[in-house]
């Protein structure tokens, strides 16, 4: 994730839902087969989050029965 981060020209102090999301569909478009839900990267941001390098956690805008799918 860091190098992404780098890579986007932001830092985590950035990452919410909107950036995680783009994320994981960076990876997926990749080939990448591990990290590849937001779900997937929770323990990782809640380390974050305890550290405060991220900000607090945010609610996503819209979550359907799409998104519930790929969660899974």
């Known amino acids: 994730m860091s190098r992404w981060v780098l890579a986007e020209g932001t830092d985590g102090s950035a990452l919410n839902a909107v ?40 609610v996503r805008a819209s979550v359907g029965p799409v998104e519930v799918a790929l969660e899974r």
């Open 19 to 58: 950036t995680v999301e783009a994320f994981v569909l960076s990876r997926r478009a990749a080939g990448y087969s591990s990290l590849l839900t937001v779900r997937a990267l929770r323990p990782l941001l809640v380390y974050l989050r305890g550290l405060g390098v991220v900000p607090a956690h945010d």
